[in-house]
Protein backbone atom coordinates (compact mmCIF):
# COMPACT_ATOMS: atom_id res chain seq x y z
CA UNK A 1 0.00 0.00 0.00
CA UNK A 2 1.39 3.43 -1.23
CA UNK A 3 0.72 5.97 1.66
CA UNK A 4 0.11 9.58 1.06
CA UNK A 5 -0.37 11.99 4.09
CA UNK A 6 -2.23 15.68 3.10
CA UNK A 7 -1.99 18.38 5.20
CA UNK A 8 -5.51 19.16 4.80
CA UNK A 9 -8.79 17.88 3.43
CA UNK A 10 -8.33 20.41 0.48
CA UNK A 11 -4.46 19.07 -0.63
CA UNK A 12 -6.10 15.23 -0.49
CA UNK A 13 -9.21 16.39 -2.81
CA UNK A 14 -6.81 17.68 -5.50
CA UNK A 15 -4.21 14.84 -4.77
CA UNK A 16 -6.95 12.65 -5.48
CA UNK A 17 -8.02 14.45 -8.46
CA UNK A 18 -4.89 15.03 -10.35
CA UNK A 19 -4.34 11.40 -10.12
CA UNK A 20 -7.26 10.78 -11.70
CA UNK A 21 -6.84 13.36 -14.13
CA UNK A 22 -3.49 12.18 -15.13
CA UNK A 23 -5.30 8.86 -16.28
CA UNK A 24 -7.85 10.56 -18.43
CA UNK A 25 -5.34 12.59 -20.06
CA UNK A 26 -3.27 9.47 -20.53
CA UNK A 27 -5.71 6.89 -21.30
CA UNK A 28 -8.67 8.76 -22.50
CA UNK A 29 -10.84 5.91 -22.51
CA UNK A 30 -10.87 5.55 -19.07
CA UNK A 31 -13.28 3.30 -16.62
CA UNK A 32 -13.89 4.88 -13.47
CA UNK A 33 -15.29 3.17 -10.44
CA UNK A 34 -16.85 5.95 -8.44
CA UNK A 35 -17.93 6.32 -4.41
CA UNK A 36 -20.06 8.71 -3.14
CA UNK A 37 -20.28 9.69 0.99
CA UNK A 38 -18.91 13.16 2.14
CA UNK A 39 -15.38 11.89 1.16
CA UNK A 40 -14.82 11.92 -2.44
CA UNK A 41 -16.29 15.63 -2.37
CA UNK A 42 -13.56 17.54 -2.55
CA UNK A 43 -11.69 15.47 -5.22
CA UNK A 44 -15.08 15.78 -7.56
CA UNK A 45 -15.10 19.79 -6.82
CA UNK A 46 -11.49 19.75 -7.98
CA UNK A 47 -12.33 17.23 -11.15
CA UNK A 48 -15.02 20.09 -12.02
CA UNK A 49 -12.91 22.86 -11.67
CA UNK A 50 -10.11 20.90 -14.05
CA UNK A 51 -12.85 20.91 -16.66
CA UNK A 52 -14.11 24.28 -16.21
CA UNK A 53 -10.62 25.78 -16.31
CA UNK A 54 -8.36 23.22 -18.28
CA UNK A 55 -10.64 21.71 -19.94
CA UNK A 56 -10.41 18.31 -18.38
CA UNK A 57 -12.42 15.98 -21.03
CA UNK A 58 -15.16 13.39 -20.11
CA UNK A 59 -16.26 12.52 -23.28
CA UNK A 60 -14.71 9.08 -23.40
CA UNK A 61 -15.10 8.28 -19.73
CA UNK A 62 -17.12 5.52 -18.26
CA UNK A 63 -17.84 5.40 -15.04
CA UNK A 64 -19.18 2.62 -12.43
CA UNK A 65 -20.18 3.47 -8.88
CA UNK A 66 -20.33 1.04 -5.62
CA UNK A 67 -23.22 1.09 -4.41
CA UNK A 68 -27.45 2.38 -4.48
CA UNK A 69 -30.09 2.44 -1.21
CA UNK A 70 -32.78 -0.41 -2.49
CA UNK A 71 -36.02 1.36 -2.52
CA UNK A 72 -35.32 4.86 -3.56
CA UNK A 73 -35.47 6.51 -6.95
CA UNK A 74 -33.22 8.01 -8.64
CA UNK A 75 -34.57 11.09 -8.33
CA UNK A 76 -34.71 10.97 -4.64
CA UNK A 77 -32.51 13.30 -3.57
CA UNK A 78 -30.83 11.03 -0.71
CA UNK A 79 -30.05 8.40 -3.59
CA UNK A 80 -26.30 7.71 -4.86
CA UNK A 81 -28.00 8.52 -8.93
CA UNK A 82 -28.82 12.19 -7.50
CA UNK A 83 -25.94 12.12 -5.36
CA UNK A 84 -23.89 11.66 -8.87
CA UNK A 85 -25.43 14.08 -11.00
CA UNK A 86 -25.13 17.11 -8.14
CA UNK A 87 -21.81 16.55 -6.70
CA UNK A 88 -20.32 15.56 -10.49
CA UNK A 89 -21.83 14.55 -13.40
CA UNK A 90 -24.16 17.82 -13.59
CA UNK A 91 -20.96 19.80 -14.15
CA UNK A 92 -18.70 17.68 -16.77
CA UNK A 93 -19.05 17.34 -20.46
CA UNK A 94 -19.44 13.28 -19.61
CA UNK A 95 -22.00 11.18 -21.41
CA UNK A 96 -24.85 10.21 -18.84
CA UNK A 97 -25.30 7.04 -21.01
CA UNK A 98 -21.68 6.21 -19.97
CA UNK A 99 -22.56 6.12 -16.90
CA UNK A 100 -23.28 3.01 -14.29
CA UNK A 101 -25.25 3.53 -10.81
CA UNK A 102 -26.60 0.21 -9.41
CA UNK A 103 -30.37 0.22 -9.86
CA UNK A 104 -32.06 0.37 -6.21
CA UNK A 105 -35.40 -0.12 -7.74
CA UNK A 106 -34.65 -3.24 -10.24
CA UNK A 107 -37.59 -6.04 -10.67
CA UNK A 108 -35.20 -8.78 -10.02
CA UNK A 109 -32.34 -7.57 -7.75
CA UNK A 110 -30.71 -11.16 -7.48
CA UNK A 111 -30.23 -11.21 -11.58
CA UNK A 112 -29.54 -7.02 -11.70
CA UNK A 113 -26.26 -7.48 -9.66
CA UNK A 114 -25.18 -10.44 -11.94
CA UNK A 115 -25.60 -8.14 -14.67
CA UNK A 116 -23.92 -5.57 -13.20
CA UNK A 117 -20.52 -7.32 -12.90
CA UNK A 118 -21.14 -8.37 -16.02
CA UNK A 119 -21.15 -5.18 -17.47
CA UNK A 120 -18.33 -3.93 -15.47
CA UNK A 121 -16.34 -7.06 -17.01
CA UNK A 122 -17.50 -6.03 -20.67
CA UNK A 123 -16.06 -2.77 -20.51
CA UNK A 124 -12.81 -4.12 -20.00
CA UNK A 125 -12.91 -3.82 -15.95
CA UNK A 126 -12.51 -1.15 -13.91
CA UNK A 127 -8.94 0.98 -14.46
CA UNK A 128 -9.43 3.22 -11.04
CA UNK A 129 -11.69 2.74 -8.27
CA UNK A 130 -12.05 5.54 -5.59
CA UNK A 131 -12.89 3.94 -2.47
CA UNK A 132 -13.85 6.09 1.22
CA UNK A 133 -13.99 3.91 3.82
CA UNK A 134 -16.25 3.12 6.94
CA UNK A 135 -15.55 3.68 10.40
CA UNK A 136 -16.05 0.13 10.93
CA UNK A 137 -14.05 -0.86 8.11
CA UNK A 138 -16.51 -1.19 5.27
CA UNK A 139 -15.46 -0.65 1.84
CA UNK A 140 -18.63 -0.08 -0.38
CA UNK A 141 -21.30 -1.50 1.50
CA UNK A 142 -19.29 -4.35 2.48
CA UNK A 143 -20.36 -4.92 5.94
CA UNK A 144 -17.96 -6.63 8.44
CA UNK A 145 -19.25 -9.98 9.50
CA UNK A 146 -18.83 -13.94 9.05
CA UNK A 147 -18.61 -14.05 5.54
CA UNK A 148 -17.83 -11.42 2.83
CA UNK A 149 -19.44 -11.68 -0.64
CA UNK A 150 -17.32 -11.74 -3.85
CA UNK A 151 -19.55 -10.19 -6.54
CA UNK A 152 -22.28 -7.51 -6.39
CA UNK A 153 -24.91 -8.39 -4.34
CA UNK A 154 -27.92 -7.37 -1.81
CA UNK A 155 -26.94 -5.97 1.43
CA UNK A 156 -28.44 -5.50 5.01
CA UNK A 157 -26.67 -2.23 6.50
CA UNK A 158 -25.33 -2.57 9.54
CA UNK A 159 -26.73 -0.49 13.08
CA UNK A 160 -23.25 1.22 12.25
CA UNK A 161 -23.39 2.38 8.56
CA UNK A 162 -27.06 3.37 9.33
CA UNK A 163 -26.45 5.41 12.06
CA UNK A 164 -22.76 6.80 10.41
CA UNK A 165 -25.62 7.64 6.89
CA UNK A 166 -28.42 9.03 9.12
CA UNK A 167 -26.88 12.81 9.00
CA UNK A 168 -28.06 12.85 5.46
CA UNK A 169 -31.45 12.11 5.93
CA UNK A 170 -33.97 14.25 7.38
CA UNK A 171 -35.32 11.38 9.99
CA UNK A 172 -33.05 8.93 11.37
CA UNK A 173 -35.86 6.28 10.26
CA UNK A 174 -36.34 7.12 6.63
CA UNK A 175 -32.21 5.52 6.14
CA UNK A 176 -32.70 2.66 3.83
CA UNK A 177 -31.91 -0.92 5.67
CA UNK A 178 -30.51 -2.24 2.63
CA UNK A 179 -28.47 -1.68 -0.82
CA UNK A 180 -26.96 -3.00 -3.05
CA UNK A 181 -22.73 -3.03 -3.36
CA UNK A 182 -20.21 -4.30 -5.25
CA UNK A 183 -18.53 -7.31 -3.25
CA UNK A 184 -15.22 -7.14 -2.32
CA UNK A 185 -14.02 -9.16 -5.07
CA UNK A 186 -15.33 -6.50 -7.87
CA UNK A 187 -13.92 -3.81 -5.75
CA UNK A 188 -10.23 -5.78 -6.22
CA UNK A 189 -10.25 -6.38 -9.84
CA UNK A 190 -9.87 -2.63 -9.93
CA UNK A 191 -6.40 -1.94 -11.87
CA UNK A 192 -5.61 0.62 -9.49
CA UNK A 193 -7.40 1.47 -6.17
CA UNK A 194 -7.22 5.07 -4.20
CA UNK A 195 -8.60 5.15 -0.67
CA UNK A 196 -9.53 8.20 0.59
CA UNK A 197 -10.03 9.25 4.34
CA UNK A 198 -10.21 12.52 6.36
CA UNK A 199 -10.99 13.73 9.99
CA UNK A 200 -10.31 12.62 13.63
CA UNK A 201 -13.11 10.26 13.27
CA UNK A 202 -11.26 7.87 10.46
CA UNK A 203 -8.15 8.47 12.61
CA UNK A 204 -8.94 4.42 14.60
CA UNK A 205 -9.73 2.67 10.91
CA UNK A 206 -6.83 4.05 9.15
CA UNK A 207 -4.57 3.16 11.67
CA UNK A 208 -6.12 -0.17 12.09
CA UNK A 209 -5.99 -0.79 7.94
CA UNK A 210 -2.18 0.49 7.96
CA UNK A 211 -1.12 -2.02 10.29
CA UNK A 212 -3.25 -5.20 10.14
CA UNK A 213 -1.25 -8.29 8.79
CA UNK A 214 -4.21 -10.49 9.03
CA UNK A 215 -7.41 -10.64 5.99
CA UNK A 216 -10.64 -10.40 8.64
CA UNK A 217 -13.85 -10.62 7.26
CA UNK A 218 -14.62 -8.70 10.80
CA UNK A 219 -12.66 -5.81 8.99
CA UNK A 220 -13.99 -5.87 5.01
CA UNK A 221 -10.69 -3.25 4.58
CA UNK A 222 -8.19 -5.61 5.18
CA UNK A 223 -8.79 -7.95 1.76
CA UNK A 224 -7.16 -4.17 0.39
CA UNK A 225 -3.91 -5.41 1.77
CA UNK A 226 -4.17 -8.46 -1.24
CA UNK A 227 -4.09 -6.00 -4.00
CA UNK A 228 -0.58 -4.53 -5.63
CA UNK A 229 -1.83 -0.94 -6.54
CA UNK A 230 -3.42 0.56 -3.49
CA UNK A 231 -3.14 4.58 -2.44
CA UNK A 232 -3.92 5.36 0.38
CA UNK A 233 -4.40 9.15 1.08
CA UNK A 234 -5.47 10.57 3.89
CA UNK A 235 -5.35 14.15 5.80
CA UNK A 236 -2.87 14.61 9.20
CA UNK A 237 -6.33 14.11 10.86
CA UNK A 238 -6.51 11.22 9.90
CA UNK A 239 -3.21 9.58 10.34
CA UNK A 240 -2.19 11.45 13.07
CA UNK A 241 -3.76 11.95 17.30
P1 LIG B 1 -17.98 8.99 4.27
O1 LIG B 1 -18.34 7.46 4.09
O2 LIG B 1 -17.17 9.37 3.08
O3 LIG B 1 -19.30 9.71 4.29
O4 LIG B 1 -17.21 9.10 5.53
C1 LIG B 1 -17.34 6.55 3.75
C2 LIG B 1 -17.91 5.16 3.68
O5 LIG B 1 -18.84 4.86 4.42
O6 LIG B 1 -17.41 4.35 2.87
Keep these: MELIVTKDYDELSKEAANILKRDIKKYKKINLGLA ?15 HEEEGLDFSDVVTFNLDEYIGLDSNNKNSYSYF ?26 KEYCKKYDQKIEDAGGIDIQILGIGTNGHIGFNEPGDRLNINTFIVDLSENTIKDNARFFENPEDVPKKAITMGIGSILKAKKILLLANGKNKYDVIKKLLETETLD ?3 PASFLKLHHD ?9 YEK
Excluded: Q, W
Design 230 to 238: VVVIVDKDA
Design 84 to 109: MKENLFNHINIDLENTHIPNGKAKNL
Design 217 to 219: SEF
Design 36 to 50: TGSTPIGCYKELIRL
